[in-house]
């Protein structure tokens, strides 16, 4: 009886470990409607120099030098220089699942980025998983700016209305689950950067199984 439970937890764990998923499946088997100029077979050829230890820069469909700089078990990192960029993170769920969280940012020429939550078989996921991912543009000045104390209320609404369109950049940290968000702000003077940053504000996110969590 204990040799067959052994066997049985044994059986469990293992297949457990099959399932898991790494972030190289999750590359090859990703959809080519996510990045249309990156088959398959492009995807591949940047394994292949990953594989090598190389610089992994492999020309799209665009004829666009585009570049898989960083690869982990669960986090990778692919951009066209000056143009855009798609991170990729394997965050895994309390039940033992495992959702991928991407991030697509365009730069236009400021960063905005798209968040989008998939399942391993890449089916979108219906779920912000706590992310302030579909705010109103008064609802996201409010939740990244803050007004320093000596700041009368003049100065700081007239800083908030320079940071027009409003747009959010998010990035993913390649060696935790965690995602940063925050305020991508338009073409201003050096000057006028200055003086907003003094209001703007990141957030930070991480992952705890279930949701992502301010911290």
């Not at 000056?82 to 699942?97: C, G, N, R, V, Y």
Request: hydrophobic share 40%; with cysteine.
């Amino acid at each position: 009886m204990k040799r067959f439970l052994i066997l049985l937890v044994s059986c469990v764990l293992t297949s457990f470990v099959q399932a898991q998923v790494s972030m190289r499946d999750v590359w090859l088997s990703m959809p080519d409607s996510i990045l249309p100029y990156l088959n398959r077979s492009l995807r591949m050829e940047h394994l292949d120099f990953v594989n090598m230890h190389v610089k992994s820069e492999v020309k799209n469909l665009l004829h666009e030098n585009g570049v898989l700089d960083t690869l982990t078990n669960d986090f990778a990192s692919y951009y066209l220089p000056q143009s855009s960029s798609l991170e990729l993170k394997l965050l895994t769920a309390a039940d033992s699942s495992q959702v991928i969280c991407m991030v697509k940012t365009v730069m236009a020429p400021e960063a905005e980025s798209e968040v989008k939550f998939f399942n391993t078989s890449w089916q979108p996921l219906a779920d912000d998983y706590g992310l302030p991912l579909h705010l109103s543009e008064g609802e996201i000045l409010k939740q990244f700016t803050h007004q320093p104390a000596d700041m009368t209320n003049d100065r700081f609404d007239e800083l908030c209305k320079m940071i027009d369109p409003v747009m959010l950049s998010a990035s993913l940290s390649a060696s935790s689950p965690v995602i940063t968000l925050c305020l991508s702000t338009p073409v201003l003077t050096k000057q006028e950067l200055d003086e907003v940053s003094v209001i703007a504000k990141q957030i930070s996110f991480k992952w705890d199984g279930i949701r992502f969590k301010e911290y």
